[in-house]
């Protein structure tokens, strides 16, 4: 299989100066594509690149900041990223060619996946906006821009015949127009069945509530948009947010066919193999099953050294993971 870019570089230079040891020539130097330094899932893959980093000889990762999922499949298309955060739908209409990506199917596989993303819809409570048909004329942002969340939001309020007037940005200027009462507030993915950091820091400065789906749009998002999920959040995602609904999808990590195949398994054995490190930098992970949340929320085939992994660790893999 083709290794990555700066693999092929490095081996290269190698040659050139006539004399080096064998295993820098070999050396995997990865970039890892992220999201937004104040997401919590941020502080996640850099938690992975330092275990790789530890724990896979040959193996270099490199974490760079990004606008998250639809940005980092792109970046991976022009060869300027190996790896990155995929969310399953966003995965889906890439591999397929639609939607965001139509007439441009990616060259795209799943690593992994490592938790479900409640979508939660983030407001301030001064704001007077008590469902999400309130939103109609409010200054919202959407979803950092590039992101699936973005996308997404855009997808449901269109499917529900919701409008806002959508604000972009990075999470980082949204929280602070949220916090300066310059917006009505943001959609921000969530981390399990807690909000992300970002949300609890806003809801340092002010009262935050969040907007959950009715009964009937519930219905109809499962109805129309089966590339997505309806969950239900118990009471306490944050202090004082009674339980709501809300659409989610699966969050993991993607690369593209032509990453080595032995890359691919060594970074999966690892992240299968030291979830306890993972969960010091998301606490959701304490205790999860990656093998088990990767074929239940997968909508892409696995990257052949990922399903190799999988297959020696007695982990049944759906038909629709397998590649054709």
Known sequence: MKKNVLTIIAGAAVVAMGAAEPAAAQEANLLFGSTSASSSHYGYIVAVGQLLNEKTDGIRANVVETGAAVDNIRRMERGQMDLGIITSNVAQHAFAGTHEFEGRAQDLRLLWIYTGAPQNVVVRTDSGVTSLEGLK??????????????TTTEAVFDTLGLTAD???????????????????????????????????????????????????????????????????????????????????????????????????????????????????????????????????????????????YYEEAGIAIPAKLKAE
């Open 137 to 150: 004329g409010m200054r919202f942002n959407p979803g950092i821009r590039g992101s699936a969340t973005e």
């Open 166 to 308: 959508y604000v972009r940005g990075s999470t980082t200027d949204m929280a602070d127009a949220i916090k300066d009462n310059r917006l009505a507030g943001y959609v921000k993915s969530g981390t399990g069945n807690k909000v992300d950091a970002s949300t609890m820091d806003i809801a340092t400065f002010t009262d935050i509530a969040i907007l959950g789906l009715t009964p009937e749009q519930a219905d109809k998002i499962r109805a129309d948009m089966p590339d997505i999920s309806v969950v239900d959040v118990p009471a306490g995602a944050s202090d004082g947010v009674p339980a709501y609904t809300t659409w989610s999808f699966g969050v993991g990590v993607g690369a593209p066919s032509t990453m080595d195949d032995e890359v691919a398994y060594q970074i999966v054995k690892t992240v299968m193999e030291n979830v306890d490190a993972q969960a010091a930098a998301l606490s959701t992970l304490k205790d999860a099953d990656l093998g088990a949340l990767t074929m239940q929320y997968g909508t892409i085939p696995l990257h052949p050294g990922a399903a190799r």
